[in-house]
Every structure is written in C-alpha cells, then in structure tokens.
C-alpha cells in the first residue's frame, strides 16, 4: 500500500525551530520527486517546496525562502522540512506529496499521493 507519513508539527514559539518528517512506504521513493504543502484555517492549499529525486534540486515560494529547507534521504525514504526563524503566518497543516516528474512541482496537480498532514502552530 502507498503511504505517505508526516510526523514533526507542534507548537512553536515565533523565531523557533521545527522538522518535519516524511516517510514513504509501498513506492519506489528514489524515483519521485517530492513537495511539501501547507493549509491554513479558511485558506486554499499553498506550495512550500519541492526537491528533485536525487536531491539536488530545490525550490521554496517566496514567504519560506531562506527560513525553510527541504531535504530527502533516499536510503530511508524519506523527505525532510527544516523550518527555522518561524512566524505566526506559517502555521498550517502542512503536507507531503510525491509525484512522477525528476524535479518534483509546485502545482498539487503535479502530485499523485498525499500524506495525512501534520499542524504545526506559531506561537507569536
């Protein structure tokens, strides 16, 4: 069975820390590129960051860059999101997903399977 695992939110003061993790079971992980979104209350679903299969391709929206980074382990299918220099603004449930394409996307169109989400809160 294809399964996407999320685990890591929490809360978090404003200018704190938090890492997401991503585990991938049922898929061959190395070829998919992966994606991190997020949902915040009364909001549509938002980009984040995507990496490429081997890793060395990211790219973050603009509200996360420099503060956030995406990463993957191969080895141990799974996909990571550092989050640094937190704000209130990104507290979400936030999603991984993968996706057939090397370097991943930023359109939820480019994605196949989905995680269940985990909420991350900032506390400002």
């Known amino acids: 069975q294809v399964q996407l695992v999320e685990s890591g939110g929490g809360l978090a003061q404003a200018g704190g820390s938090l890492r997401l993790s991503c585990a991938a079971f049922?898929?061959?992980?190395?070829?998919?590129?992966m994606g991190w979104f997020r949902q915040a209350p009364g909001k549509e679903r938002e980009f984040v960051a995507r990496?490429?299969?081997?890793?060395?391709?990211?790219y973050y929206s603009y509200s996360v860059k420099g503060r956030f980074t995406i990463s993957r382990d191969n080895a141990k299918n799974t996909v990571y999101l550092q989050m640094n220099s937190l704000k209130a603004e990104d507290t979400a449930v936030y999603y991984c997903?993968?996706?057939?394409?090397?370097?991943?996307?930023?359109?939820?169109?480019?994605?196949?399977?989905w995680g269940q989400g985990t909420q991350v809160t900032v506390s400002s």
């Open positions: 997903a993968c996706g057939p394409t090397r370097i991943g996307g930023t359109k939820e169109a480019d994605y196949d399977v």
């Open positions: 990496i490429s299969r081997s890793g060395d391709n990211t």
């Open positions: 049922g898929l061959p992980f190395s070829r998919y590129g």
